[in-house]
């Protein structure tokens, strides 16, 4: 099933960094706010985000001078590869530009100032989806799209490939992983 496994925001250097512990197999995405770091020895900085494949590896870590702040989702199934693709991220450094700095701000005080924990994996996907909408998406063909087309093709790919939507609740964690 389309499924977040966990998103939050971190702002601690000391627990903004995974070093040394392996691969992960689920898809994540990290958006830097501010500051700058490392991903897999290649700096990036605000304004650019960076994406994980599952088995792929990882390395990051803040830059000691301007430490980062960042938001992440943790996605965990197959049908959100298609969705990674529209980043359009550099293919050796899996890197990517964003000019929705308003929109990534706006989801982090949405995500950091509810008094009760989000529960719903209706919520969690309404957030990401919230946010993905000012991320303007590009085909492989590299022709821009309407965002409304985009989201009916992914939509569509989905349901295909998935006889049954399932749904589950959620406990959501705030924390950097």
Not at 28 to 37: A, F, T
Not at 62 to 80: E, I, N, Q, R, T
Not at 98 to 113: P, Q, R
Request: aromatic share 18%; with cysteine.
């Amino acid at each position: 099933a389309l499924q977040i496994h966990n998103m939050g925001y971190t702002d601690d250097p000391a627990r903004a960094q995974y070093i040394g512990r392996g691969p992960r197999n689920q898809y994540i995405i990290h958006y830097i706010l501010e500051g700058k770091g490392y991903f897999n020895q290649a700096p990036v900085h605000a304004g650019q985000g960076f994406l994980i494949y599952p088995g792929q590896p990882q390395h990051y870590y803040p830059d000691p001078v301007h430490p980062w702040k960042f938001l992440w989702f943790v996605l965990s199934d197959d049908a959100w590869e298609p969705l990674f693709k529209a980043y359009h991220a550099d293919t050796s450094t899996q890197i990517f530009a964003f000019s929705c700095m308003s929109a990534v701000e706006e989801t982090v005080f949405k995500i950091t100032s509810y008094d009760n924990p989000i529960r719903s994996m209706y919520e969690l996907l309404e957030i990401f989806f919230g946010l993905l909408k000012h991320q303007q998406p590009i085909t492989e063909t590299t022709k821009r799209i309407s965002q409304s087309e985009y989201y009916v093709s992914f939509t569509t790919e989905y349901i295909k490939t998935h006889s049954k939507f399932e749904y589950g609740e959620t406990e959501n964690r705030f924390y950097a992983h």
